[in-house]
């Protein structure tokens, strides 16, 4: 099994510095993306998780030596020159997981409070106290990216223990009770690619127990056949049930 907290506590010593009272971290590139319309991109180094189907595996989420240090008013800035050049209204970081030192993302959602900020993130490191720190930010939309629909599909795609997807529910559950607008300020993803209906229903009842609106509003994922996560699940062992190519076209269905 793979430990999430190990993980979290190479990425904090490998690739989170302090100088100065400022919150550092690497990052490994920035760019303008297609995704929800158009947003401005940051890809962070380093996770705390090891998804079987990651995009990001080879460049940042897997990787601790890679990238530059920055601290949160250079990446600002560096979101802000793409929003403003693209016209886009949104800005978010991606490519790991940023609420590794959660200090630094929050400066950065401040530093840029004209935008909506994205936070993509898989829950797992949110407590009830980052949950209200979240919340009390208006410019803040949290996506919580669940892996798989239950707990056993979380462990095959992680191979991580089953009680970190409770965790991912359970960050619902306080971003929620701090005041976030389910389906507005905070909604859930869900990796679904390795799914079954039965398993999907199971899911949608676990999100309705939180609160009777997140069923509605569940952003579903779905496996991207780039070679390189082809090679990642071969290696893993993983196969798929629903896919898409990287134009979106799917893949296949079994």
Same mark, same amino acid.
């Given at each position: 099994?793979?430990?999430? /907290?190990?993980?979290?506590?190479?990425?904090?010593?490998?690739?989170?510095?302090?100088?100065? *009272?400022?919150?550092?971290?690497?990052?490994?590139?920035?760019?303008?993306?297609?995704?929800?319309?158009?947003?401005?991109?940051?890809?962070? #180094?380093?996770?705390?998780?090891?998804?079987?189907?990651?995009?990001?595996?080879?460049?940042?989420?897997?990787?601790?030596?890679? *990238?530059?240090?920055?601290?949160?008013? /250079?990446?600002?800035?560096?979101?802000? @020159?793409?929003?403003?050049?693209?016209? +886009?209204?949104? =800005? &978010?970081?991606? *490519? *790991? /997981?940023?609420?590794?030192?959660?200090?630094?993302?929050? @400066?950065?959602?401040?530093?840029?409070?004209?935008?909506?900020?994205?936070?993509?993130?898989?829950?797992?490191?949110?407590?009830?106290?980052?949950?209200?720190?979240?919340?009390?930010?208006?410019?803040?939309?949290?996506?919580? %990216?669940?892996?798989?629909?239950?707990?056993? @599909?979380?462990?095959?795609?992680?191979?991580?223990?089953? +009680?970190?997807?409770?965790?991912?529910? @359970?960050?619902?559950?306080?971003?929620? /009770? %701090?005041?976030?607008?389910?389906?507005? !300020? =905070?909604?859930?993803?869900?990796?679904?690619?390795?799914?079954?209906? !039965?398993?999907?229903? &199971?899911?949608?009842?676990?999100?309705?127990?939180?609160?009777?609106?997140?069923?509605?509003?569940?952003? #579903?994922?779905?496996?991207?056949?780039?070679?390189?996560? #082809?090679?990642?699940?071969?290696?893993?062992?993983?196969?798929?049930?629903?896919?898409?190519?990287? %134009?979106? =076209?799917?893949?296949?269905?079994?």
């Amino acid at each position: 099994m793979i430990d999430p /907290e190990r993980l979290l506590q190479l990425v904090l010593e490998h690739a989170v510095k302090i100088e100065g *009272g400022v919150v550092y971290r690497k990052y490994k590139r920035f760019r303008a993306d297609r995704w929800y319309g158009g947003i401005a991109t940051a890809d962070v #180094v380093g996770c705390n998780l090891r998804c079987g189907m990651c995009w990001a595996w080879r460049n940042t989420s897997f990787v601790l030596t890679a *990238g530059a240090w920055m601290a949160p008013h /250079e990446v600002a800035a560096r979101l802000r @020159e793409i929003a403003k050049s693209k016209g +886009f209204q949104q =800005v &978010r970081i991606s *490519g *790991g /997981e940023p609420l590794i030192a959660p200090e630094h993302l929050l @400066e950065v959602i401040d530093l840029l409070s004209e935008y909506t900020f994205v936070v993509e993130t898989n829950g797992v490191l949110i407590n009830r106290n980052l949950a209200k720190e979240l919340a009390s930010r208006p410019n803040a939309v949290v996506r919580v %990216s669940i892996k798989g629909a239950t707990p056993e @599909e979380f462990v095959k795609i992680t191979m991580s223990p089953s +009680f970190y997807f409770y965790r991912q529910l @359970e960050a619902l559950r306080l971003l929620i /009770e %701090s005041g976030m607008r389910p389906c507005r !300020d =905070v909604y859930p993803a869900a990796m679904l690619g390795f799914s079954t209906e !039965d398993s999907e229903r &199971r899911l949608a009842k676990a999100l309705g127990e939180i609160h009777p609106k997140l069923p509605e509003c569940i952003d #579903v994922e779905y496996v991207i056949l780039y070679p390189h996560v #082809v090679k990642l699940m071969s290696a893993r062992g993983l196969k798929p049930t629903r896919a898409v190519t990287p %134009s979106g =076209v799917p893949a296949f269905m079994i």
